[in-house]
């Protein structure tokens, strides 16, 4: 049995809507039958399709707990600093109206009470994320990331044939708040900021689709994927930069954009991790859409 407060202020939401986006990681079949078998409460009252939700509600969930309380994948940690694994379609906290009754924070703060994000990635990249569960480590750790005491890498999935097999890419972002969502261009501009990337091409993946590694020099909002779509190779999966009818063509399921290499430089302000690689492979998603293909 799980407990869970709806955050004050929410209004009025379709019951499955909101678990769906409370844990979004959770089967939709697992939903179906929680609600068909009416094993979720609204203020104590058994609730089935049909039921809503809205701020203050008291909900109370009586379903597998792997599937509402997960614990995190840790790569590493001494106690301080932990660097873990963001599965993708999970968010890092809880969105703009506080709901997220699963995101890695969550997930972090259940071995380790009072940890705090070092950094960020958007809910569908997937890969590592550095936390900290000591104060001053945490304070060195947002020092390297704005100072550029860490280094990035991306491996994606992007179309189209690359002319060349490496390059850097320089332009500028320009932030639409309102759309969420953000606009490459070539000029310097009031509100536009400078982004560099550096890309290093592979083998294909299959045709037209090329395996990249990808470096965000600056680290900017949906960089890499605003980026590379202006560049001509949009990532497979990204609906909202790049090639919609070749996702569908294609069977992207997921972004292919996966935080696989992180290290921390030997000038870091994170000084008793100077010299610290982490690395996590990126998922074949090739292979992940083959499989459902087969079944």
């Known amino acids: 049995m799980t407990a869970h407060r709806v955050p004050e202020g929410l209004r009025e939401t379709p019951l499955e809507k909101y678990l769906r986006r409370a844990w979004p990681l959770v089967p939709g079949r697992v939903w179906r039958e929680a609600l068909k078998k009416r094993d979720v409460r609204i203020n104590g009252v058994k609730c089935g399709d049909g039921a809503a939700v809205r701020g203050g509600d008291e909900l109370t969930l009586y379903i597998d707990a792997k599937w509402l309380e997960p614990l995190p ?3 590493w940690t001494d106690g301080r600093l932990i660097a873990c694994v963001k599965p993708q379609g999970l968010p ?4 703009q109206d506080g709901v997220g009754a699963d ?15 070092c950094h960020r990635l958007d809910a569908q990249t997937g890969g590592i994320v550095l936390a900290a569960a000591d104060e001053t480590v945490w304070r060195q750790a947002f020092d390297a990331f704005r100072e550029h005491g860490v280094k990035k890498q991306y491996h994606a999935l992007a179309l189209n044939r690359f002319d060349r097999g ?10 639409d ?9 070539h ?7 400078p982004i560099t990337t550096v890309y290093r091409a592979g083998e294909a993946a299959a045709p037209g689709l090329y395996h990249v590694r990808l470096e965000p020099v600056t680290g900017r909002t949906h960089q890499l994927r605003a ?17 919609r009818d070749a996702n569908r063509r294609l069977g992207a399921a997921k972004l292919c954009l996966w935080h696989e290499r992180l290290t921390i430089l030997e000038d870091s302000p994170l000084i008793d991790y100077r010299g610290m690689t982490f690395e996590a492979p990126a998922p074949e998603w090739i292979q992940e859409k ?6």
């Open 166 to 175: 490496e390059g850097t890419l320089k332009a500028y972002l320009v932030k």
């Open 92 to 95: 890092v906290d809880v969105d």
């Open 73 to 75: 994948e840790v790569l």
């Open 187 to 193: 000029r310097d501009a009031p509100g536009a900021r």
């Open 103 to 117: 995101t890695l924070l969550t997930r972090l703060e259940r071995q380790y009470p009072g940890v705090r994000l």
């Open 227 to 243: 980026h590379m779509a202006d560049f001509g190779h949009p990532l497979l999966g990204d609906d909202r930069y790049g090639d």
């Open 290 to 295: 083959r499989d459902r293909e087969r079944s």
């Open 177 to 185: 708040a309102r759309r969420a969502e953000v606009r490459v261009i």
